[in-house]
Structure formats: structure tokens, C-alpha cells
């Protein structure tokens, strides 16, 4: 279905202790993860209202679940680290940060790194523009006009214009270049129609953070591939990528039980309504809610948050989710990559729940990717 090979990456986080980082960093090295992730945000999205041991058992007096170190900086510091892992953000947005801004920080990495960086970009949150004065109105066509003007600062040699709602460019100049063969790559997370078009005019690659069905899954790149197509762009050169929540146990029965815990089912409040519905059920939040994009974690009280959270259907959350024994999600994961999922994230949830939870879903996602590797794309898929 595509050319790429299956690669896996690993979330090394943005938050302190930096020494975390460092460590996740030198495990994706030695488990030869081909990306390590950070994300930008302001803030997290779990409410300080709920924040305590019943949430998690990484809740600790005194510690904040906002806590985020500023991912340009810390790109740099992990550039020689990295080794041969490739650096990337999953994902920035053009609200906070203006492209050409964006676009020279990701040239001067390249020029740390030993492989391209990964722009990872979407349209953005509420979280991390509405409480600082931001104006979130119209982020898809901003993240549009972005993703050209990007373009124009990794492809013009000389003064370049561009003329938007959003953005106005009068010989603008950015002469910074990669290094040969280290030109940034831009990963757009999308989920929408909009978005996946978008996706499909400018990415290089595609990055997800939704619950699919393998249909659903294979359904969007679908779409992605029009777009491309009749953007005269090689829809076969995207990467289709996919950073997905799992539920990690030794027996299903425990992993069932891991799915009725209170961080678990809270996660599902980020999913927007129409995923709700989708799966017959009203998202306790309101019908138009967007779930992740419109969550402000202290704009809720911690009796609403309960009590939403205690609205989460455990079997539609089992119904959404990657969820069992190592060897289940393995099995589930093999019908992503026959609907066409060449990079895989895998975010284990159940690490919220306690400390043995958190090294066990650790080793066993670290597992489940190898072997997925191992496995490479279905019978008929190309290469190179």
C-alpha cells in the first residue's frame, strides 16, 4: 500500500525531571527506536482539580501535572544524544509560534541531528492558546497558510512573499539550509476531512492521535491520498503514522479491570463527541464537544469531572482503545499495518495506574513494537 518500511517511535516527553528524558532518550538507543518524540504544551491535560493518588500514582504533593519544558530548547540539548534516532515534535502548532520561527528552529536542527527532524503540526488546542489571550478562532486555515509559508522557507533561495488572512511575507528572507539530505519533514496530525486534505496537499507524513478501526484508519489515508494525488504530490512518499493509547496487562481479565480505573476512563473524555457517537453513546461534556482541541483542564471543577468520568461506559472505552494482553494488541496491531500504518507510537495508558503497571505496559510496548517491526508490511507491499 505504500513504500515505507514499518518504524516505530517512543514518547521521551517534555517534562522535568530532565533526567527522565535523558534515560528515555538512551533507550530509544538501545532498543533502536527510529523516532523519539517530545510534544509542545503550556499545559497538560490533566485538571490540578482531580490531580491526586485515587487519578494516578504519579500524582505527588507539590508536583503539577503542567509542567512542560519548551520543546525547541529541548530538541538542541537532545541533538547529539539522539545518535542515529530521529528528533521530532508530535505536535507544534502556528499560534503560539510563528512558521518562519518554526521553520528556522527545524533548519538549525538538522543541522544537530544525524537524520531529519520531524516537524510534527496540527491546528492547535484551546489549552495552550485561549487562557494566554490567543486567538483560536480559525486554526485550520492559520495551520494552512502555515504549512505554505513553511514550505517557502525550505524551498526559496531569496526573498519570498506570501500574502493570507493570517500571515503577510514581504521579501522575507530565510537562507538558512539544511544539510544534504537532512531537509526537516512535516507531519500533520489530522482526523477531520479538512484536515486530512490538508494533510495530503503538505505532509510528508501523517500523525493521528485518535482511536481508529483499522477501517476507520485505512478510510482516512484514503482520503489523504486524494488530496495528494490531485495535488500532483506522490501519495505513496506520506507516511502514514499513528500515536495510540493502550491498556497493557498480563491476562485480559487484568486489563479489563485496569480499564475501570479513573485516569483510564478520564482519556476518554478527550475523545470528541462524534466518537462518542460513532460508537452509540453521548459524550457527557456536550454533543459539540471536541474533545482533546476544546479541553481546558481548569475550566472544569472537580465535581463535573467526576461525575463525567463516571459517565465513561467501560465497554466503549474497551471498544476504542488497545487493550489486553501483550500478545492481544500485537494481534489487533497487524490489522493497522495491513490498512496501511507504516510508524507506530504506542502510548500506554495503564502506566497511569501504578507503578508496577508503569514498567510492565514500558517492557511490554517496547515488545510489542520490535516484533511488530519485525514483521514489516503485508504480502505485496513494496519497499525502499
Request: glycine share 8%; with cysteine; hydrophobic share 45%.
Amino acid at each position: 500500500m505504500t513504500a515505507h518500511p514499518l518504524t516505530i517511535g517512543l514518547s521521551v516527553g517534555t517534562q522535568p525531571p530532565l533526567s527522565r528524558v535523558r534515560a528515555l532518550t538512551r533507550m530509544a538507543r538501545l532498543f533502536r527506536y527510529d523516532v523519539a518524540w517530545v510534544i509542545d504544551h503550556f499545559l497538560g491535560f490533566f485538571p490540578d482539580s482531580i490531580w491526586d493518588k485515587d487519578f494516578s500514582w504519579l500524582a505527588k504533593p507539590g508536583h503539577s501535572p503542567h509542567e512542560f519544558y519548551d520543546y525547541q530548547v529541548l530538541l538542541g540539548y537532545l541533538a547529539k544524544r539522539a545518535g542515529r534516532v530521529q528528533l521530532g515534535v508530535g505536535v507544534t502548532e502556528p499560534v503560539r509560534r510563528h512558521p518562519v520561527l518554526i521553520a528556522q528552529s527545524f533548519m538549525t536542527l538538522a543541522h544537530m541531528t544525524r537524520r531529519p527532524p520531524i516537524l510534527g503540526i496540527g491546528a492547535g488546542e484551546a489549552e495552550n492558546t485561549v487562557p494566554y489571550g490567543l486567538d483560536f478562532s480559525t486554526p485550520v486555515s492559520r495551520l494552512e497558510e502555515a504549512l505554505q509559508v513553511v514550505r517557502l522557507c525550505f524551498e526559496s533561495d531569496g526573498p519570498f512573499d506570501f500574502e493570507g488572512r493570517h500571515f503577510a511575507l514581504r521579501d522575507a528572507v530565510l537562507d538558512l539550509r539544511p544539510p544534504p539530505g537532512r531537509t526537516p519533514r512535516i507531519w500533520i496530525a489530522a482526523h477531520q476531512p479538512r484536515m486530512l486534505a490538508l494533510t495530503g496537499r503538505y505532509g510528508d507524513g501523517w500523525y493521528p492521535t485518535f482511536p481508529f478501526t483499522p477501517a476507520e484508519y485505512e478510510s482516512s489515508l484514503g482520503e489523504i491520498a486524494a488530496a495528494a494525488t490531485a495535488a500532483g504530490r506522490d501519495a505513496k512518499a506520506i507516511v502514514p503514522a499513528w500515536q495510540s493509547l493502550a491498556v497493557l496487562a498480563r491476562t485480559e481479565r487484568a486489563a479489563r479491570k485496569l480499564l475501570d480505573h479513573k485516569g483510564v476512563r478520564f482519556s476518554a473524555l478527550l475523545a470528541p463527541a462524534y466518537a462518542w457517537e460513532a460508537l452509540g453513546a453521548e459524550h457527557p461534556l456536550g454533543d459539540g464537544f471536541r474533545g482533546l482541541v476544546d479541553f481546558i483542564p481548569q475550566a472544569y471543577e472537580r465535581k463535573e469531572l467526576e461525575a463525567a468520568i463516571a459517565a465513561v461506559p467501560v465497554d466503549l472505552l474497551a471498544s476504542a482503545m488497545l487493550w489486553g494482553t501483550p500478545s492481544a494488541v500485537l494481534r489487533n496491531l497487524h490489522d493497522y499495518v495491513d490498512a496501511g500504518l507504516r510508524h507506530l507510537v504506542l502510548q500506554p495508558i495503564s502506566g497511569l495506574v501504578s507503578r508496577h503497571d508503569a514498567l510492565y505496559s514500558l517492557r511490554s510496548a517496547v515488545s510489542i513494537q520490535r516484533k511488530l517491526r519485525r514483521r514489516g508490511p503485508p504480502k505485496g507491499t513494496s519497499t525502499t
